[in-house]
């Protein structure tokens, strides 16, 4: 694992939130590691993208399931209030990611 900086973090994380709402992945919609890296990412960031995306797994707003072609992730249904809110916040800082990374690690 990489080391992120918070601001990189919060960039990256926001854009996988927007995605994976754009696409409605709430359980059967979800998508593979590798789509979600295809998806507009600039090239620095691509790497970063699948240790943010553990890091939101482990904060709960993602979820993540096993298919034969590798890992699926997906919007947690229980968060949904709090993605929403993520998601429309429009300055570089999110005070609600920052609040779930530190309850977490």
Not at 5 to 22: A, G, H, W
Not at 24 to 42: A, E, P, V
Not at 46 to 64: A, T
Request: hydrophobic content about 35%; aromatic content about 10%.
């Amino acid at each position: 694992m990489t080391k992120i900086k918070k601001s990189e973090y919060i960039i990256i994380s926001k854009k996988i939130i927007r995605l994976l709402l754009r696409e409605t992945c709430w359980g059967k919609g979800s998508m593979y590691l590798d789509n979600i890296k295809r998806s507009g990412f600039k090239d620095y960031e691509v790497p970063l993208v699948e240790d943010v995306i553990n890091g939101l797994v482990k904060q709960g707003l993602l979820m993540k399931k096993k298919h034969s072609h590798g890992w699926k992730y997906y919007l947690n249904t229980k968060k949904r209030t709090k993605l929403f809110m993520i998601a429309k916040e429009i300055n570089k800082t999110s005070f609600l990611i920052m609040s779930e990374m530190h309850e977490h690690f």
